[in-house]
């Protein structure tokens, strides 16, 4: 069917847009459940102290990067949601399709563009996380908060995630050989291992179902096997707070890298785009880490960004959601058939129909 209009609704975390936004972005973070899995009257005092003691760390953090004080993420999510808006022209030519940014925790907000949304009009709405894997603390939360906020028009479908979709994993594997072949031709003969690092999550979550390290996991063995990779790890960066998180952490894979005598290339396998986390810790304090450890070379890949088969893998995504395709591009995740997938909900649906 054709003639239709369909939003494509982009959901990522959203990041400050300056110093000042800083608190009230970390603030809108910690308050959210999914992150601190406390009832209101505990989360939101802790959310604001975690929030105010955080601040000027992570300020110093923001203002490292070239974005006036705050997150390239939004101005790299626009870039991501132009390049799916003209390959969707294409894809679906006989509709109107619109994409609209999504962020959890900071501006455009979820509640933001529900109304903004619901003004397009939509016939179909298709909400497309920017997390390939799932996980209760992303995905989840995102499409909680967006049923809370949407009252508009339309039959709403979630892509649940997309962990082995093959243009991510293509995307993935080319930009990890081309920084192979960059360790190839500075450092000849040098023995290089691809770090994949992921961000982690409480191991907590994954003893309650989370299934985000099992897909981390499951696109790790799929890009290592595209790119033909001999030596290859899993790693998990980013650490907040007390509790025990998904191991070995990247630092501590850089200190085996050292032990083994052996360079690596960072590989983010969780992000699709630049933000604090790949061009603050990844190419600042742990290539600084690297360093003091005698680690050579240090690489970083890209994240995937523009690069054509991963907007080729979202716009397969949209329009296997609408049922136009007969391809599957979410990979053995939804599958899986874990606990949390919103395709469970309507799976029942169509079963029980
Ligand atoms: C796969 C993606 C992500 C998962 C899983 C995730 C879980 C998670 N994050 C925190 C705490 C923080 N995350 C922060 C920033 C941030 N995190 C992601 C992605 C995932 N987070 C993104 C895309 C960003 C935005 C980066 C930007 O440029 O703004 C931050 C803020 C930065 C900082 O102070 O370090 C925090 C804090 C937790 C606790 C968590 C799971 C429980
Ligand atoms: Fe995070
Ligand atoms: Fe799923």
Redesign the pocket.
Known sequence: MSGRRIAVVLF??G??DDAASVRPF?FN?FNDPA?IGLPGFARTPLAKLISSR?EKS?QANYAMMDAGGG?P?KAETRKQMAALDARLAEALPGDEVKSFIAMRYWHPLTEETAIDVAAFGPDEVVLLPL?PQF?T??TASSLKAWKSAYAGSGRSRAVCCYPRAAGWVEAQGELIREKLAEAERDHPGRPVRVLFSA?G??EKLVEKGDP?QEQVESTVSAVAEAAGLQDWAICYQ?R??PMKWLGPSTPEAIQTAADDGVGVVVAPI??VSE???TLVELDIEYRHLAENLGVSPYLRAPTVGVAGPFIEALAGAVADSLGRTGSAPYGPGCQARHKACPFQAERGQAEAA
């Open positions: 990522n975390l990041g400050p970390l973070l992150i955080r992570a997150s993420l997390y996980s603390t992303t961000h999550i409480p985000y980013s907040v707070g969780a992000f933000h604090i986390e």
